[in-house]
């Protein structure tokens, strides 16, 4: 019963009166989110939003892991085989999850959250922190700026999604994610209609926000489903409002404030998230993503604004050509060829 | 052989850095290391996406510069003594689009900028097609013998 099963993308953006609790959609929700307290739902016109998780509340129950994996099982890839005999052999390797579907102690194309835990002795006491992982919906995310076809955006309401019928599978957005957290399955895509051989490898797949869901008003299935009422979404300065007021009032820390510029995803711990991050199981920051399944174990390091450079650079190229206006107005190459030498023929 | 009325180390920066920049265009593409293209020498820097990104801006930055230049000259002094060729149109009209699809770009990447995913997806792919189709023209009008963009009236 804990089920929600949904249809395919709506249009619908105008299901976001039917708030949760009473009638209508509440009738759908499962007991656990109805009985607890209000969560908001947000609406279109809210903007950017954000997500808080307080993991002083994560019991690491894996409800969320179970709840996003049934949600979005629509989503999921379902390659033919055998895969394309990629060139250069040596190099491009099919990456297969299709046959590993219930792995759920990492990110994969079939799994987009997992619980990560860190046991961690701060101050004298003992912690055991449970952090569900997943994408990170970066403010100015790199594996959508840096996406060659288009194919990875990050949309107004602030949900960074990869489009599945126009990715090639290249994998460029695990790499530039400073969490790498994209994950890939050879065999579906795009690419088989191209040239399978010579270019992509399938589609990156990751947390796309439960985007269908918000579009009608109802709540992400993980903050859905979550006994604990770990995580809270809103409108981005609402959001982090409350995990400074949370992180105040625990003593606590915030990490996704100021990791890479800033994302819509704040968590908000009793421990410093060095310490967490010391303890993790992890892919560690700026190793390169190497053979194999890639990584799908997210570090809790700190990040720094990873297009900071390009920022910089966006000044240059404003102030190129009023410069170079300026140089021709000064008679910078304005000397024409003599006439005499001019002979067209 | 003296087509080009206009300088000619317009000409030859105008053609390196569309080379160049038309090279770590197609360098955001992950194909670098897939095709040991960042294992030759001098060529290691090309397997790292941000690198190949910053380049491109600068080498942006550069083209804007000549473009810069060009334009205030035409304006000021070539207008009167010079035509554009249909070749020399139909290349302006691409670059112009190549131009004002990049600086969108630049304007998306900026923190505090996002925009409507289907027209970043329209961006992208006017930056994508202009790009090849530039390199069609040049090639089309070196084979027509007609390069230049201008020539005298
Ligand atoms: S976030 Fe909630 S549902 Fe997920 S593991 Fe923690 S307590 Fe369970
Ligand atoms: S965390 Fe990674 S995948 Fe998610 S938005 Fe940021 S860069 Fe993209
Ligand atoms: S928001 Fe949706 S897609 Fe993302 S982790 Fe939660 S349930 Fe999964």
């Known amino acids: ?345 | 052989m003296k087509a080009r009325p206009y300088p000619r180390w317009i000409s030859r920066l105008f053609i390196l850095l569309a080379g160049v920049l038309a090279v770590t265009g197609f360098m955001q593409m992950p194909i670098t290391k897939r095709y040991y293209l960042s294992d030759l020498p001098g060529m290691a820097w090309s397997a790292n996406f941000y690198t190949v990104h910053r380049v491109h801006y600068v080498l942006a930055a550069l083209f804007l510069l000549l473009l810069g230049i060009v334009a205030a000259n035409w304006f000021r002094a070539w207008r009167g003594k010079l035509a554009l060729t249909g070749f020399g149109w139909a290349r302006i009209a691409v670059v112009a689009a190549l131009v004002v699809s990049g600086g969108f770009r630049v304007y998306r990447n900026l923190p505090g900028v996002t925009l409507d995913p289907s027209l970043v997806l329209a961006i992208d792919w006017v930056h994508l097609i202009a790009a090849v189709l530039l390199g069609v023209l040049a090639l089309a009008a070196l084979i027509a013998r007609r390069s230049a963009y201008a020539v005298r009236r």
């Open chain 1, 1 to 345: 019963m804990g089920k929600t099963k949904n249809r395919d993308g709506g249009v619908s953006r105008r299901g976001f009166l039917k708030a949760m609790g009473v009638g209508g959609a509440g009738m759908l929700l499962p007991a656990a989110a109805a009985r607890a307290g209000e969560p908001r739902v947000p609406r279109p016109s809210d903007g950017e939003l954000a997500t808080l998780l307080d993991l002083s509340k994560c019991i690491g129950c894996g409800a969320c892991v179970e709840a996003c994996r049934e949600s979005n099982a629509h989503k999921f890839p379902e390659p033919e085989k055998p895969f394309p005999d990629l060139v250069p052999s040596s190099r491009a390797k099919n990456e297969d999850w299709s046959d590993k579907r219930d792995v759920d102690d990492r990110l994969t194309p079939y799994n987009w959250l997992y619980i990560q835990n860190a046991e961690v002795e701060y101050e004298g006491e003992s912690y055991d922190i449970n952090i569900p992982r997943r994408c990170m919906h970066c403010q100015n995310p790199p594996c959508a700026n840096m996406c060659p076809f288009g194919a990875a955006g990050k949309q107004t309401n602030g949900i960074t999604r990869i489009h599945d019928d126009i990715c090639m599978g290249g994998a460029k957005c695990r790499t530039v994610c400073p969490w790498n957290i994209p994950q890939r399955q050879s065999g579906v895509g795009l690419y088989k209609d191209l040239m399978p051989r010579f270019a992509g490898n399938g589609v990156m797949y990751k947390c796309d926000r439960c985007y269908q869901k918000l579009e009608k008003g109802e709540l992400p299935a993980c903050i859905e489903v979550c006994p604990e009422n770990v995580q809270t979404i809103g409108p981005r300065h609402e959001i982090v409002a409350e995990a400074k007021r949370l992180a105040k009032e625990m003593n606590g820390f915030i990490y996704g404030l100021e990791e890479n510029g800033g994302t819509n995803t704040l968590y908000v711990s009793p421990v410093p998230f060095d310490e967490i991050n010391k303890v993790i199981d992890k892919h560690p920051l700026n190793k390169p993503v190497g053979k194999g399944l890639g990584p799908g174990k997210p570090h809790m390091g700190p990040v720094k604004d990873v297009m900071a450079d390009e920022t910089n650079l966006a000044t240059a190229t404003l102030l190129a050509p009023v410069a170079g206006i300026a140089a021709g107005i000064l008679g910078l190459g304005a000397r024409l060829a003599d006439k005499e030498d001019d002979d067209e023929s």
